[in-house]
C-alpha cells in the first residue's frame, strides 16, 4: 500500500536521550504566507547516555535556513538529514545549537504544530506536532525552561500568548509588534504553546491556598464572550477542588484558555495556555445542553488537573501515556461526581467504557493500558489508554481506600516533581505509600482484553451460610494469547426481602472491612475463588461490582426476579442500574428471538411493571430513572451479538424498536403524568438537580412522541416554545426520530434558520439527521456534504456529519447495498492526505467489519479500498494494517 512500510518503534527499545537540554529560546516571525522560527538549544550531553551517541533532532516538513553550533555555520558534511530526523554525529558536550526554519502555518492542514484555524495562529504539540515546527529533540523525556517570543502584525494579531509569564510588548517597525514569555518550568516541547490572533477574553481571579493570585482569563473571538462564564466557573471549582482533594497549587502567576474552531481533539493541558476546541468552553443556556455543559466542565478540569499530573510530573516516552490520561480521567471523574450526580456519572462512564473500550478491547486494535509498540501515536489516544486507564487507578483507589491512595499520590508527586517517569513509578509509589503489594495488580498494565468474570452462589439454609464462587479469564488479544489471572477487587453486598443484608465472612476469608457492614471488597486474585459468609438467615440476591469496581464482564444466572428486586431494593445505584441494563438485554435478546422466528413478540411482564414503577414513583433520583428507562444502544447490542455469530443490524434494529414502542403504550399515562409533574417555571441553571429533571422529562417525551400524535404534538409545542437548548434540541430529536415527513422537515429548517449564525448549534443540527433512521438518511448526508454548514476541513464538523453516521446510525450505515460504507471510505481517501489524525479515527468502525452478519465482506472490501491508495498516511496505514490483519 506503500512503497516504505512505516516503522513499528516498540516500548523496550527506551533509550535515554544523548543530551540533555537546559534551555530552549525560541522567535516566531509570523507573517501572512508563511513563519520563520529562530531556535537556540543549549545544550549538555547527557552523563547516563552513551558518550559516543550522536545528537538527533526531530523535524518534518521544515525548510532549513541556517543550523549553526556556538555560532558556527554547520557544514553540509557535518549533519545528516532525512524526512524525519536530522544527526549531529560529533556535537560538543555543550553547546548551544541555533537553528532557522521556514514553515507553512496556513497550509498546515494536519492541525498539528502550528497552524491556522480561521483568523488565529495556534499550535497542537503533543504528541510529536513540535517537530513540524522547528528541529528539536521532540522527546517528552527532555525538559527544558522555554523563552519565546513572537513578533507579527499588530492590527491582525493583538494577541500573541505563550506558556508561562510575558514581558510588556514592544512595538516594532512597520505596523508590527512583539512579545516575549518566559515559562520557568521546564517542560517537554509537547507542552509547548504560541497563540497569535484577534482576541478578547474574560477574566476572574484565584486566591490559592498558599495565598498567591492568580489570574485566570478565557480568550475568544469577540462574538463568543457571552459564552464563557460556565468554563470560568468550572476552572475555578476545578482549583479549588485539586487543593482539596489532592493538595495541588497552581504554580504560575496567569492561566490561560484560549477556544479555538479547528482542532482534532478535545482540548491540550499546554502549560499555562491550555487550548481549547471550541466545542468543549463555549456554553451559552440558549445553545449549549445540559450534556454540552457537564462536558465543558470535565473537559476545563481535565485540562486544569493535568498541570500536576501531566506537566509537574510528565511521561518519560509515548507508551506510557496512560500515566497521566488515565490519572487525569480518574482525577476528573471524581470531580464531576462531587459537583453533580455521582451515580449518573458512574452510569454515564461506564456505559462508554462498554460500548467502546469493550469493543476496542475485542477488536483488531486491541492494546494494553502501557502499549508495547505502535506505528503512529496518535492512534493510542484510545478510550483504553483513557478510560480503561482510569479504570485501573480507580481500582487502586479501591484496594488503598481513599487515604491510603491519597498518601500514594502525595508521594508521587513529591518523589518525582519535575521528572518524566513511566506507569511503574506511580504504581510504586502507591505500593510505597501504602504497604499494599501490587506487583499481580501489575498486569493491568500489560496484559489487553476485557476480564471475563463468572459469579455463581450456593446458600445453605441451614448453615446460614452463602458461598459465592468468582472465576476468572481473559480473551486472547493480538499478539497475547495467554493471560495470567489479575488482581480483581469485586465490590459486593447481599440484597435480603428487607434490604441489604449484614456481611460477615468466615475468619481467615481476605476482603477489606468497611464501617458500614453490608458492603465488602473481595479481591479474587487466582482464577477461581470461593468466598463464604456466616450468619446469612435468607437466601440473598448477590449485588455484585458495585459501582463497577473492576472494568470486567461479569456472568451471573440471576432470575427476572432477582433482577427486579436489585432494580428497585439495592442500595448501589449504579448496580440498579446495571440490573435495569441486563432486564432490558435479555427482553431484547428474547424479542430478536421472536422477530427472527416470524413469531408472536411477547414482552416479559415483570419488566414492564419493574419500569412503571420507576416512573410512578417521585422519590426516586430523576437522573437515575432516566438512565434506567434508556435501553442499551443498538451498537452496544451489535457488540454483544458479535461474539455469538455475528450481529444482525435490521433485527437489532427492529427488536429495540419494537420494545420502545410497547413500553410506550403500556405506560403511555405514567410518562405524560411524569412529563408533567417535572415542568418547572424556575429559571435555567446547569444544576444537578435540574439536568435530572430535565433528563427523565425529556426521555418522558421521547417515549411519548414515539407512542403516536398526540406526543408529537407534545414534543412539537416544546421545540416552540422551549427557553433552552436541552429542551429544545430534545424535541427536535423527537420529532425526527418519530415524526412524519413533513413535521421533521419544518422543524429541521426552522431549526437551522433560527441558529445558522451559532457553528456549535448548527453542528448539533448535522448530528440529528446523520442519526435519523429514515430510509433516505444516507442521501440526505451525501447532500449535507454540498451545504454550505458543512466544511471536511473542519474537524467538529466531520464528527458531527460522518461520525454520527457510522457509529450512531447503524441501520443506514450498514445498509445492504453496501453504500454506507463507500460513504465512509469516500470520506477517508479525501481526508487521508489532509488530516490523518481525523481519518485514522473515523476508521473505527470498518475495523470490526467481523462483527456483522452478511456485511464483514462488504466493510472489508472497502478498508481494501483504501489499502490502495496511492498513498496512505502513517496513520490511516496503522489502523488497515491492523484491521486487515
Ligand atoms: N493531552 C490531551 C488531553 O487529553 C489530548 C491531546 C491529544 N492529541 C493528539 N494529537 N492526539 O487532554
Ligand atoms: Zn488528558
Redesign the pocket.
Known amino acids: 500500500m506503500r512503497d516504505a512500510q512505516p516503522k513499528v518503534i516498540y516500548r523496550k527499545e527506551y533509550q535515554v536521550p544523548a543530551f540533555l537540554l537546559e534551555r530552549t529560546e525560541l522567535t516566531f516571525e509570523l507573517f501572512e504566507d508563511h513563519a520563520v522560527v529562530t531556535s537556540q538549544l543549549h545544550l549538555r550531553r547527557n552523563p547516563e547516555a552513551d558518550s559516543g551517541a550522536a545528537l538527533e533532532l526531530n523535524g518534518q516538513e521544515l525548510e532549513l535556513l541556517e543550523i549553526a553550533i556556538d555560532g558556527r555555520e554547520l557544514a553540509p558534511d557535518e549533519y545528516h538529514r532525512d524526512d524525519e530526523l536530522l544527526t549531529i554525529a560529533r556535537a560538543p558536550a555543550q553547546c548551544v545549537l541555533r537553528c532557522r526554519t521556514r514553515i507553512h502555518p496556513q497550509d498546515n492542514t494536519s492541525l498539528?504544530g502550528l497552524y491556522k484555524s480561521r483568523t488565529m495562529f495556534c499550535t497542537?504539540c503533543?504528541?510529536e506536532?513540535f517537530r513540524k515546527i522547528t528541529y528539536f529533540p521532540d522527546r517528552p523525556d527532555v525538559m527544558s525552561v522555554f523563552d519565546v517570543t513572537i513578533e507579527a502584525d499588530q492590527a491582525l494579531y493583538p494577541v500573541l500568548l505563550s506558556n508561562g509569564n510575558p514581558a510588556p510588548p514592544e512595538a516594532l517597525a512597520n505596523g508590527r509588534h512583539r512579545v516575549r514569555w518566559h515559562d520557568p518550568h521546564p517542560k517537554p516541547a509537547y507542552l509547548f504553546a504560541l497563540v497569535a490572533g484577534d482576541l478578547h477574553y474574560v477574566e476572574d481571579r484565584f486566591r490559592t491556598c498558599g495565598g498567591r493570585d492568580v489570574t485566570l482569563r478565557i480568550y475568544v473571538e469577540e462574538k463568543d464572550l457571552d459564552k464563557c462564564a460556565h468554563a470560568m466557573d468550572s476552572l475555578i471549582q476545578s482549583m479549588r477542588w485539586d487543593e482539596e482533594t489532592y493538595g495541588r497549587e497552581y504554580d504560575l502567576d496567569i492561566f490561560n484558555i484560549v477556544a479555538v474552531d479547528d482542532f482534532?481533539?478535545?482540548?491540550?493541558?499546554n502549560k499555562g495556555l491550555n487550548i481549547f476546541n471550541s466545542s468543549c468552553v463555549l456554553c451559552r443556556p440558549d445553545i449549549t445542553t445540559d450534556a454540552g455543559f457537564e462536558r465543558v466542565q470535565a473537559i476545563v478540569a481535565?485540562?486544569y488537573f493535568?498541570n500536576w499530573s501531566?506537566n509537574r510530573v510528565t511521561c518519560r516516552d509515548w507508551f506510557q501515556l496512560s500515566l497521566k490520561?488515565g490519572f487525569?480521567v480518574f482525577r476528573d471523574a471524581e470531580f464531576s461526581a462531587d459537583m453533580g450526580s455521582r451515580t449518573v456519572k458512574r452510569i454515564e462512564d461506564v456505559s462508554l467504557l462498554r460500548t467502546a473500550q469493550f469493543a476496542e478491547d475485542a477488536g483488531p486494535m486491541a492494546h494494553p493500558v502501557r502499549p508495547d509498540s505502535f506505528i503512529e501515536i496518535?492512534n493510542f489516544?484510545t478510550v483504553t489508554i483513557?478510560e480503561k486507564g482510569a479504570e485501573v487507578v480507580r481500582m487502586i483507589h479501591t484496594l488503598l481506600g481513599p487515604d491510603l491512595f491519597r498518601q500514594g499520590s502525595d508521594l508521587y508527586f513529591e518523589r518525582h516533581d519535575g521528572q518524566a517517569v513511566t506507569c511503574e513509578e506511580f504504581v510504586r509509589a502507591m505500593e510505597d505509600a501504602s504497604g499494599v503489594d501490587l506487583s499481580q495488580f501489575r498486569l493491568w498494565y500489560s496484559q489487553a482484553g476485557t476480564p471475563r468474570l463468572v459469579a455463581s452462589g450456593h446458600y445453605d439454609a441451614g448453615a446460614a451460610r452463602y458461598t459465592l464462587t468468582l472465576r476468572q479469564s481473559c480473551p486472547a488479544t493480538p499478539g497475547q494469547p495467554h493471560k495470567e489471572p489479575m488482581t480483581i477487587p469485586v465490590a459486593l453486598g447481599l440484597l435480603g426481602t428487607a434490604g441489604n443484608l449484614p456481611l460477615r465472612l468466615a475468619d481467615d476469608q481476605p476482603g477489606g472491612e468497611t464501617a458500614d457492614n453490608t458492603h465488602r471488597v473481595l479481591e479474587l486474585s487466582r482464577e477461581e475463588q470461593s468466598f463464604c459468609f456466616e450468619g446469612v438467615m435468607e437466601a440473598p440476591v448477590p449485588a455484585l461490582l458495585r459501582g463497577f469496581s473492576a472494568p470486567v464482564t461479569l456472568e451471573y444466572d440471576y432470575s427476572t426476579a432477582d433482577l427486579c428486586a436489585l432494580m428497585s431494593r439495592e442500595a448501589d445505584g449504579f448496580v440498579r442500574w446495571d440490573a435495569s441494563q441486563q432486564l432490558a438485554l435479555r427482553v431484547l435478546s428474547d424479542t430478536q428471538g421472536q422477530l427472527a422466528a416470524d413469531s408472536a413478540v411477547v414482552v416479559e411482564p415483570q419488566f414492564l411493571e419493574a419500569l412503571g414503577a420507576l416512573l410512578a414513583d417521585p422519590d426516586l433520583d430523576p437522573a437515575m430513572v432516566a438512565e434506567m428507562l434508556r435501553l442499551p444502544a443498538e451498537g452496544y447490542l451489535a457488540e454483544l451479538a458479535a461474539g455469538q455469530g455475528g450481529a444482525d443490524v435490521d433485527i437489532i434494529h427492529q427488536a429495540r424498536q419494537m420494545l420502545r414502542s410497547t413500553i410506550a403504550s403500556a405506560h403511555a399515562d405514567l410518562f405524560a403524568d411524569c412529563y408533567q409533574r417535572l415542568v418547572t417555571s424556575a429559571p435555567f441553571a446547569p444544576t444537578a438537580e435540574q439536568i435530572g429533571a430535565r433528563s427523565l422529562r425529556n426521555m418522558c417525551l421521547d417515549y411519548l412522541a414515539l407512542d403516536g400524535a398526540e406526543g408529537l404534538q407534545l414534543a412539537q409545542s416544546q421545540f416552540d416554545t422551549a427557553t433552552n437548548m436541552t429542551d429544545r434540541l430534545a424535541a427536535l430529536q423527537a420529532i425526527a426520530q418519530h415524526g412524519p415527513d413533513q413535521q421533521r422537515d419544518a422543524a429541521l429548517a426552522r431549526f437551522y434558520a433560527d441558529w445558522e449564525q451559532e457553528t456549535l448549534v448548527v453542528n448539533q443540527w448535522l448530528q440529528v439527521q446523520a442519526a435519523m433512521p429514515v430510509a433516505d438518511a444516507l442521501e440526505r448526508v451525501r447532500a449535507l456534504l454540498a451545504h454550505p454548514a458543512f466544511d471536511i476541513r473542519n474537524p467538529n464538523k466531520v464528527r458531527s456529519l460522518i461520525g454520527a453516521f457510522s457509529n450512531a446510525n447503524p441501520v443506514n450505515f450498514h445498509r445492504a447495498d453496501g453504500e454506507g460504507y463507500r460513504l465512509l471510505a469516500d470520506i477517508i481517501e479525501q481526508l487521508d492526505s489532509r488530516n490523518p489524525?481525523i481519518a485514522a479515527r473515523l476508521l473505527t468502525p470498518l475495523t470490526k467489519w467481523r462483527n456483522y452478519r452478511g456485511r464483514g465482506e462488504q466493510m472489508r472490501a472497502q478498508l481494501q479500498r483504501l489499502a490502495a491508495m496511492p498513498t496512505v498516511s502513517r496513520d490511516v496505514y496503522e489502523v488497515l494494517d491492523k484491521a486487515l490483519a
Open positions: 498539528e497542537q503533543e504528541a506536532g482534532n481533539m478535545g482540548a491540550m493541558e481535565h485540562e493535568h501531566g490520561e487525569t496518535s489516544y483513557y489524525q
